[in-house]
């Protein structure tokens, strides 16, 4: 268990709908980060949190979006679901310190139908 | 440049036998080399990483080979088991922020 917890772990949703995915990262992280794994485009960085603050930016649409809120944990929001924003969501959260490991959860699967 | 290219897609071993996956980067600046391991159903997990300032670095009866000059770096399993079955990702980053992923290799150890 790497202590890294994604709520919900399935999602079905349809076309144009909007959802929400939660990261309570492990005990003592102040840094999360969310990756989209899909078939064709494998894992892809989406976008870094640090203590509350964005930190990095990687291919995330301008439909999604997340924040971290005070008490450390994750929201990633995705707006106007298209058939193909089904994938796993992955949320990882490290301790933030120059190459300090990532712990990932176990990932949200997101179906849009 | 961000890129990071691993093969092969899929290999079979026997129980036993060593294991090798290979990954090629292009960009100079990264500077930490991480190998993870992802079962079904599960997130990946950490299990061996390097730094280029070493050329091995090994891990029970996983061994990470570095070669800077080639731009290249491989993960050896060693005495490869079933439970060893899994999907392995080579990564690479600057700092450890924003991990490039490889493809992915998904290993079968046949008992």
């Known amino acids: 268990d790497s202590g890294v917890t994604q709520t919900p772990k399935h999602l079905i949703t349809a076309t144009g709908q909007r959802v929400t995915l939660r990261c309570s990262p492990r005990s003592g992280d102040l840094s999360v980060y969310w990756y989209q794994q899909s078939l064709d485009q494998g894992l892809q960085f989406l976008i870094q949190y640090y203590n509350g603050e964005e930190r990095a930016k990687g291919n995330i649409l301008e439909r999604f979006s997340a924040q971290q809120f005070p008490d450390l944990h994750s929201e990633l929001n995705l707006s106007s679901l298209e058939l193909g924003d089904s994938a796993l969501y992955f949320c990882?959260?490290?301790?933030?310190?120059?190459?300090?490991?990532?712990?990932f959860g176990n990932g949200t699967r997101l179906t849009v139908t | 440049q961000q890129q990071v290219k691993q093969s092969p897609q899929s290999l079979i071993v026997q129980k036993g036998g060593i294991s090798i996956i290979n990954c090629a980067y292009e960009?100079?600046?990264?500077?930490?080399f991480p190998w993870y391991q992802q079962f079904p159903g599960k997130g990946p997990a950490l299990l061996i990483a390097i730094r280029p300032d070493v050329s091995e670095k090994k891990e029970g009866r996983f061994t990470i080979s570095f070669n800077k000059s080639a731009k290249q770096f491989s993960l050896h399993i060693m005495d490869s088991q079933p439970g060893d079955s899994a999907t392995y990702f080579c990564a690479a980053s600057r700092y450890g922020n924003k991990l490039v992923f490889g493809a992915g290799t998904i290993l079968r150890v046949k008992s």
């Open positions: 960009n100079t600046a990264f500077d930490y």
């Open positions: 990882a959260s490290s301790i933030g310190q120059i190459n300090s490991p990532l712990h």
